[in-house]
């Protein structure tokens, strides 16, 4: 982490706090994981600001393309595949720019 922080103290379940004690940067674990939550977030508001309905039904309908994806893939193009988005996930997405 760079720039300007604040400490806080947080109180977390067994659980969580057992996986968080095998991290070596706990704290880095933590705002990785709640910017993930935050483009998720924004995600959703985009799409809620777009009219689209994000319903369990189309979920479940995706999850079984997805699925269907999987069983018709070699695992090696579906690993490559995975690698590729994960190294984009782990990027800062791009500044807009002014128009």
């Known amino acids: 982490m760079t720039g300007a922080v604040r400490k806080l103290s947080i ?13 070596p940067n706990a704290s880095a ?15 959703d508001a985009e799409l809620t600001h777009q009219g689209i309905t994000v319903t369990d039904g189309g979920v479940a309908r995706a999850r079984a393309a997805r699925a269907a994806v999987d069983a018709a893939w070699p695992s090696e193009r579906y690993q490559a595949v ?3 988005v994960r190294r984009a996930a782990d990027e800062e997405p791009p500044a807009a720019s002014a128009a």
């Open 11 to 23: 109180s977390v379940p067994p659980d969580v706090a057992e996986r968080l004690e095998r991290e």
């Open 29 to 43: 674990y933590l705002v990785h994981a709640a910017r993930v939550l935050m483009r998720r977030e924004a995600l």
């Open 82 to 84: 995975r690698d590729r």
